[in-house]
């Protein structure tokens, strides 16, 4: 298996999240399984989930990364609206990467809405782990919340 050294503290904390009317989470918890046999901690919230449920279950979770699967064509929208309610609620530190069926040329307008990371269908869960860690150990060492 995959394996992750995780701080001292706790394992880092990951929420995996189905925004907006999209049913279809088979991925989304191929990637929940797979952090959680890596050793993190993983917050699966469902499916049909708000941006703003999202938002406040990081938060009251204390998560280190959020990561969002979407297959529904609505990625723009919805994470525009979980990326601003985070900023409301004083957030904005908490990383977010969302994977699922993005066409690539979307990728460059979510990275610069503050996304951190689009996967793309076929993306090895490897890269997935490795890059979900770094920003859980960026996020910790700023001496950001968590």
């Known amino acids: 298996m995959l394996s992750l050294q ?4 706790r394992p880092y904390k990951v929420i995996v999240a189905k925004l907006g009317l999209d049913g279809h ?11 959680k046999d890596a050793g993190f901690e993983v917050v699966y919230t469902g499916i049909r989930q708000s941006p703003e449920q ?16 979407i297959l529904s064509g609505a990625h723009i929208h919805h994470v525009k609206a979980l990326i601003e309610k985070l ?3 004083g957030a904005e530190d908490i990383p977010v990467v969302v994977g699922g069926t993005i066409p690539v040329v979307d990728v460059e307008e979510l990275k610069k809405m503050g996304v951190r990371a689009v996967f793309l269908p076929g993306e ?14 960026e996020k910790r060492s700023t001496g950001a919340k968590g």
Do not use: C, N, P, Y
């Open 124 to 137: 090895s869960l490897r890269k997935i782990i490795d890059l979900v860690r770094r920003l859980a150990e």
């Open 6 to 9: 995780s701080t001292k503290e």
């Open 25 to 35: 989470d088979r991925g989304a918890k191929v990637i929940a399984r797979a952090l």
């Open 87 to 89: 900023r409301e609620l």
């Open 54 to 69: 999202v938002a406040r279950a990081a938060v009251e979770e204390d998560a280190d990364v959020i990561g969002v699967s």
